[in-house]
């Protein structure tokens, strides 16, 4: 039996979806790329602020396999902000001792920055430090599709019986395997959904929706946010006691 638990230890895992980027640049008059440019600058604060808060494991919403519907100008800007940032932050992140995960479907991406991906994962493989993963083209039912369709080729080859699917079985096959599931779930910009995002991994997640745009998102304010989870009773179903 799972018991309630008021997680004092504070969140493991925590997702967030940087929303906001946009309006932020609108705001200010300038294009949105300035905006998706200013956000990817705070990712850095973001995951520095990890091993200080207890936090082990930190996933970050990139861009979505709904993205593609924006201009080809900010669809174009954003995949070469992607190389970019990989490029610019690799030895950064090496150094922080940072584990580095891509999620999401890479058949879309170009090849230059999926090899720029690849890179970053082998570079950064015997980091024992914060684990981060970037979701890049990703999309929870995009994933879970995937995910059933290798099942499904596992069950056609008579590598899996259909009688021994359950609840641990579909997980296996998520581009998130290794990663637990998300204690907590952030969203800025005032958008109380989630968009796709980790849908089986986040079923009994804590949600936190606040009103910042990401570009202002400070660490304080993560480690507020972390703070107001400690407070949180987890019941998984079951009553309090
Ligand atoms: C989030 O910011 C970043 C991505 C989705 C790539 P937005 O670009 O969605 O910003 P808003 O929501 O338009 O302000
Ligand atoms: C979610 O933000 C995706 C990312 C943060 C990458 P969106 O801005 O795309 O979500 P919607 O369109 O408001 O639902
Ligand atoms: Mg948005």
Known sequence: MVKPIRDTDGPRHVA??????????????????????????RVREIVQACP??????????????????RTQT??????SLFRRYITMEARAL????????????????????VGLMDELEQMTRGCTGINLTIAINYGG????ARATKRLAQDVAAQRLDPENVNEETLPKYLDTYV????????????????????????AYAEYEFIDTLWPDFSAEEFQ???????????????VSV
């Open 52 to 69: 200080d808060l207890g936090v082990k494991y930190l996933t970050i919403f990139a861009f979505s396999t709904e993205n593609w519907k």
């Open 74 to 79: 900010e669809v174009a800007g954003l995949m």
């Open 94 to 113: 090496c150094d922080q001792n940072v584990r580095v995960r891509f999620i999401g479907d890479r058949v879309r991406l170009d090849k230059k920055l």
């Open 179 to 202: 990663l637990p599931d998300p204690d907590l779930v952030i969203r800025t910009s005032g958008e109380a959904r989630i968009s796709n995002f980790l849908l089986w991994q986040s």
């Open 141 to 144: 039912r995009d994933e879970v």
């Open 16 to 41: 967030v979806i940087m929303d906001g980027n946009g309006r932020w640049a609108t705001q200010r008059g300038r294009p949105r790329l300035f905006g998706h440019h200013a956000g990817a600058k």
């Open 224 to 238: 507020g946010l972390i703070n107001n989870y400690a407070g949180r009773e987890r019941r998984f179903g079951a």
